[in-house]
């Protein structure tokens, strides 16, 4: 059966045509520079790494607030780019796990590094909890449906006593890390950059694997992902509870570093933001979401000067990629 | 004892009724069609076959065991796999990545195992690549692999269909009209591949078709649907001068379909 039909079509170039908007020039040096990648990764890691050797506070709190929504577009990413559920409720489990920390250090005077654990098993929690009674329904309804979980949330947080109502939760201990105790901003400069590192290196291991495939077939055609054996609610709860539990570690460590979290850090913007993030990079490449996240950071402080209308040029930006790149600004990579 | 038997199972859609009382039986290593004129219910049997669809009442018996009320991902688990009608490949994957879709009900590793890549996990992805490239090999693309399925001309998508199918390692394999659209080179080498499917792999093979030509050479025995109900079966010769058949399909008001 090797031998193919002679008057078949003619084969089409491998390179494909979803996405030509890379210039052939940038994409032979992509290719060029490819072997020596390693030596890249190297020098980023060092810059990386040294950069609180030379920034100010104020530039190592810009970053450290960068890493920090690296961690959250990622996270997000596994559940809209991966598994192609639109979610607009995400900063809930960020509540959950800045939550967990905040009530556990500073009512129950637990260590920092054991909330971590419960943060991560609450926010599983709360990802089954909106996950398995929803997943049945098809994207429009999902997309409401988590909309009013993150509100539940932001709501309850609000009054119950036990969150600190409207005014939230005030000195929740620093963590104590080999007898230093974490309070300087490059301590957190660090712990969101080790965050992120392990969110990429997590991301990226979950993107190519069985389950990372799983998600991809589940988004591209539910019905022939179920009829090649896939369990489709069991693959997207999957995508669900990974997403909230980076959100939930990430959620820790803002407690940690801002020692006060309120209701209001946690409302439906700050959702749309962090979906912004990753629709603005490119849903599903991680290199296209670091970016989102990072612009999302970068654009309000380097447009300080402009005052409120920052805000407008940004919606501009926004809808200029939007109507010229929908796909996001990072380019699909084709073999 | 027959692979699949359906007994009497009734479905439909508000007041239409689709299929109607409808039984027959498959047996282990046959090649079996199921044909009818338009509308006649074919792609609504094989949905109940496969769990897309839940018969009113009536069961389906595959190796033994109901699956007539079983999710669809359960049923490809216990060894029934389809292909659509229309293409439903996963069109901005590669060709290798359809067909390993296959292997995902016969494989296990979870997120520990993406995370570490531990040894198992990465022995079950070589040889989720390794069954993979062999169903590719067996129909004839494995040359495609790494072509992205939306950019494969038409035969070869269908092909990429049956790959995967067969990647789920499935004991009875449901066709649904696999020869539509194909020119008469293709169709000479499907029927060949139906046979190799079913003499090398020894996978059943049930098929809806409306090539009558190839329904004829190949199938074994042949079921015979007209709004929902079985009007004949039997093999070739005894289907083809059936006059209730004949009736159905050259009947006063119907289009000309043989």
Known sequence: MKSRNPSAEPKLPAASSIDDHVSPHLRLWMNRLYPYRKFGYAALAVLLAGIPLIANNYILEVLSNAWFYVVLCLGLNIVVGYAGLLDLGYAAFFAVGAYTTGILTSHFGVNFWLTIPCAIVLASLAGVIIGGPTLRLRSDYLAIVTLGFGEIVRIAARNLKITGGASGLIGINRPVFFGVELNQIYHYYYAFLILAVIAVFAAYRLQHSRLGRAWQYVREDEDAAEAMGIDRVAVKLCAYVIGAVFAGIAGCFFAAKMTAISPETFTFSQSVLILLGVVFGGMGKIPGVIIGALALVFFPEVFRAIGTMRILVFGIVMLIIMLYRPQGIWPERRN | ?258
């Open chain 2, 1 to 258: 004892m027959a692979l699949l038997e359906v007994k009497k199972i009734n479905l439909s859609f508000g007041g239409l009724k689709v299929i109607d009382s409808l039984s027959f039986a498959v047996e282990e290593n046959a090649i079996v069609s199921l044909i009818g004129p338009n509308g006649a219910g074919k792609t609504s049997v094989f949905n109940c076959l496969t769990g897309f669809y839940r018969p009113n009442d009536g069961d389906i018996l595959f190796a033994d065991r109901s699956i007539a009320r079983r999710k669809p991902h359960k049923i490809t688990q216990g060894g029934l796999a389809r292909t659509f009608q229309n293409l439903r490949l996963f069109k901005n994957m590669t060709v290798l990545e359809n067909v390993m879709s296959g292997m995902h009900c016969r494989t296990s590793a979870g997120v520990v195992g993406a995370l570490f890549r531990p040894d198992f996990q990465r022995r079950e992805e070589a040889l989720i690549r390794k069954v993979s490239e062999d169903c590719l090999e067996f129909v004839g693309i494995l040359d495609q692999k790494d072509r992205y399925a939306n950019n494969l001309p038409y035969g070869d998508q269908r092909r990429v269909e049956w790959a995967r199918a067969l990647a789920t390692r499935p004991r009875l394999i449901l066709f649904d009209e696999p020869a539509a659209g194909l020119n008469y080179d293709e169709k000479e080498r499907l029927v060949q591949l139906i046979h190799r499917i079913r003499d090398e792999l020894g996978i059943t093979v049930l098929l809806i078709e409306h090539d009558m030509g190839l329904v004829m050479k190949i199938s074994e025995w042949i079921y015979v649907i007209d709004y929902g109900h079985k009007i004949a079966e039997g093999t070739a010769d005894d289907v083809k001068n059936d006059p209730h058949v004949i009736e159905a399909y050259l009947g006063k008001d119907e289009n000309v379909a043989a």
